[in-house]
């Protein structure tokens, strides 16, 4: 009888490439790279982890009356316990979520929920959207996240305003703001983690990050969805020091019968 050789070891040459090598796999096996279409919306998401442990964290969850849940975290720092604050926040969403419709509430549930367990320093930066497909509305809230960029004919929305709210973990009684935008066909919006704008870096540190996201999106938005999403995030050979999380929604014809 054959067997199949098991694949060759990889040699890292120290315990921390391996390390970061199989932080990376993992965290690529919880939040891939995909594409989603969503009665309406076509989804597409580009994950670059940086090998470290704890890293960002993307769920699209189907809700009662044919909503979707679309959400990204971002721990503040990395190691064990930011990978289980993830692994936590992507267990219990379903819970939340039946709890509430609305995204504020449910971020201010989830806020709730880590602060109970007591632990100091579990910080993590969010963006909860809901979509309504009949309404084609998108409903979203922002807890310490940078806020979604909004494009429509190639012209940048002003959403930049909408930024907003504490991390989660911070503070008991915090709030955050909803907003709802109405998408026309063609439209796109975007949700990203810090390490897009880190990624995507001009070397003009005076530009904010929301801004320098802004322009390369806009540069782009004469792109396919997918191929916009994929190109955004070109990270050099050198290692990231932070994980790079891009979602791009678009409001198309093609996706409205699936």
Same mark, same amino acid.
């Given at each position: 009888? @054959?067997?199949?050789?098991?694949?060759?070891?990889?040699?890292?040459?120290?315990?921390?490439?391996?390390?970061?090598?199989?932080?990376?796999?993992?965290?690529?096996?919880?939040?891939?790279?995909?594409?989603?279409?969503?009665?309406?919306?076509?989804?597409?998401?580009?994950?670059?982890?940086?090998?470290?442990?704890?890293?960002? /964290?993307?769920? /699209?969850?189907?809700?009662?009356?044919?909503?979707?849940?679309?959400?990204? $975290?971002?721990?503040?720092?990395?190691?064990?316990?930011?990978?289980?604050?993830?692994?936590?926040?992507?267990? @219990?969403?379903?819970?939340?979520?039946?709890?509430?419709?609305?995204?504020?509430? /449910?971020?201010?549930?989830?806020?709730?929920?880590?602060?109970?367990?007591?632990?100091?320093?579990?910080?993590?930066?969010?963006?909860?959207?809901?979509?309504?497909?009949?309404?084609?509305?998108?409903?979203? !809230?922002?807890?310490?996240?940078?806020?979604?960029?909004?494009?429509?004919?190639?012209?940048?929305?002003?959403?930049?305003?909408?930024?907003?709210?504490?991390?989660?973990?911070?503070? !008991?009684?915090?709030? $955050?703001?909803?907003?709802?935008?109405?998408?026309?066909?063609?439209?796109?919006? $975007?949700?990203?983690?810090?390490?897009?704008?880190?990624?995507?870096?001009?070397?003009?540190?005076?530009?904010?990050?929301?801004?320098?996201?802004?322009?390369?999106?806009?540069?782009?938005?004469?792109?396919?969805?997918?191929?916009?999403?994929?190109?955004?995030?070109?990270?050099?050979?050198?290692?990231?020091?932070?994980?790079?999380?891009?979602?791009? /929604?678009?409001?198309?014809?093609?996706?409205?019968?699936?």
């Amino acid at each position: 009888n @054959e067997f199949k050789q098991a694949a060759p070891a990889i040699s890292f040459g120290e315990p921390q490439a391996e390390e970061r090598h199989l932080a990376a796999a993992v965290h690529r096996k919880l939040t891939p790279s995909r594409h989603l279409s969503l009665s309406g919306l076509l989804v597409e998401v580009n994950y670059v982890p940086s090998g470290v442990l704890g890293g960002d /964290c993307f769920e /699209c969850l189907q809700t009662s009356g044919h909503r979707w849940a679309l959400a990204l $975290f971002d721990p503040m720092n990395h190691g064990a316990k930011a990978a289980l604050t993830i692994s936590l926040l992507s267990a @219990e969403l379903k819970r939340w979520l039946a709890l509430t419709m609305g995204p504020a509430r /449910c971020l201010e549930l989830i806020n709730q929920e880590l602060l109970s367990l007591g632990i100091s320093g579990l910080y993590v930066s969010g963006a909860l959207a809901m979509w309504f497909p009949p309404s084609n509305s998108l409903t979203y !809230a922002t807890a310490g996240l940078h806020p979604p960029i909004w494009i429509r004919e190639r012209k940048v929305m002003s959403l930049d305003k909408f930024a907003g709210g504490l991390p989660l973990g911070v503070e !008991a009684e915090a709030e $955050f703001e909803e907003h709802s935008v109405s998408l026309q066909e063609n439209d796109r919006v $975007f949700f990203f983690t810090d390490g897009v704008s880190e990624a995507i870096a001009t070397g003009n540190s005076a530009t904010g990050a929301t801004a320098r996201v802004s322009d390369v999106l806009l540069a782009g938005s004469g792109l396919p969805l997918a191929r916009q999403v994929r190109e955004t995030l070109r990270l050099s050979d050198e290692v990231a020091f932070d994980d790079a999380l891009l979602v791009g /929604c678009e409001l198309s014809e093609a996706a409205i019968a699936t």
